[in-house]
Each structure stands twice: as C-alpha cells, then as structure tokens.
C-alpha cells in the first residue's frame, strides 16, 4: 500500500473484529511512528499499548462507570471551543447526521445516541488499543506534533492491514484509564486510539471532506 493509499483508505472505523493484533505488528507500527516529526525533536507523545486482560479490564470499569451513571471526569483540556463558528459548526452538525444516519438513529433521539456513543469506552470491540499522553508542561505546538505522531501510527496501521478510530472520548474517562495505565502525574491524557480489523458488515461510510477551494489557496509564481 503506497501512502496515497493509505491516506485515501483511512477513516475512523466504529466496528472491530475480536481477531489480535499481533505484538510483532504493534512493535512495527510504534518504532516506524517515533520517526514523525517534532519541532527541536521533542517527541512530546508518550503512548501506552493495551491488548489481551489490560485492555479488558479497562473495558469492564468503563462500563461499570457507565451502567452507574457516573458524570464525566472533569476535562483537562477543551476539545471544542464553547462557541463553534462557520463552517466548522456545520461541518461538525453534517458529522453527526451522517454517523447517526448511518445507524438508523433520528436526530430527536438522544437515548439511541447516548447508547451509540457509548461503545467508544468499549473501543468499538477492538482487540488493541492505543492511549497517547503530553506532558502538561508542554504548549500548543507540542499538541500539533502529537498530532503528526498519531497521523503517522494510523497510516502505519494502514500498511498493515488494520484500521483505527482516534477517541478524544476517553479523555472524559481520564482517570478510569490512569487506573490502569499508571502514567505519571505530569502526563495528561490526549486521547484513545481504538486498533484492529474491520468488521467486514461494518456500515461505516467515510466522512466528505470540503471542497480544495475552501481550505487550500495557491499563489503562482
């Protein structure tokens, strides 16, 4: 699979097969990964790898949390500005639609939705998963260069055959997952990373992307 392939293949994919991942594969993908680009080399990302009883644990206090209704941890971070300006209010608004749409969930029903939205803290039965942490020092650029880090692992994962869904969800779960993780108090979760193998009758249709024009200008010599 060359790298436009890749690029063009790559979408948050909501349903794995239980198959594993093998630890020879998840070696490959992270030693390649640690050669994404950080400015002054910083390599600001800190990854945990959870596969086999680990990740099962996690998945089991997770839902424990959930079946008791327990509130949200407090964000460390904010993941949306509280006021979503054009275009990308709409742009998140078409998201929804079509996730939503896709499971044959309406707009009006926020139960279907909560329940949907819940199988992110089971990793969508994904077999291995991903947990990136940044030091809480560290400032915005260090953010970015986390970013390209987890770019290059999806891509990655894509040369091999396997899919992912990056999840800022279980950030809201922060100290569920420190339970099992044990990072140390200066790392601040970022966000999750589901990994596995597609389930082939999977319904999970690619998000549209805005037209070139709208996010790219060309100045010509």
Known sequence: MDVYEAVASRRAVRSFTDRPVSRQVLERVMSTAAWAPSASNLQPWN??????SPLEELKKRAGERLAAGDEWDEPEYEQYPSELKSPYSERRSAFGEQRYGALGIRREDLEARQRAASANWECFGAPAALFCYIDRTLGRPQWSDVGMFLQSV???????????CAQMAWAKFHKTVAEVVSPPDD???????????????????????????????????
């Open 47 to 52: 990854a945990y790898v959870l596969t086999g």
């Open 154 to 164: 999806m891509l990655l994962l894509r040369s091999e055959g396997l899919h992912s």
């Open 187 to 221: 790392q601040m979760l970022f966000c999750g990373m589901s990994i596995g193998f597609e389930e082939p009758t999977a319904c999970d249709p690619r998000t549209g992307r805005a037209e070139l024009t709208e996010t790219v200008t060309f100045i010509d010599g």
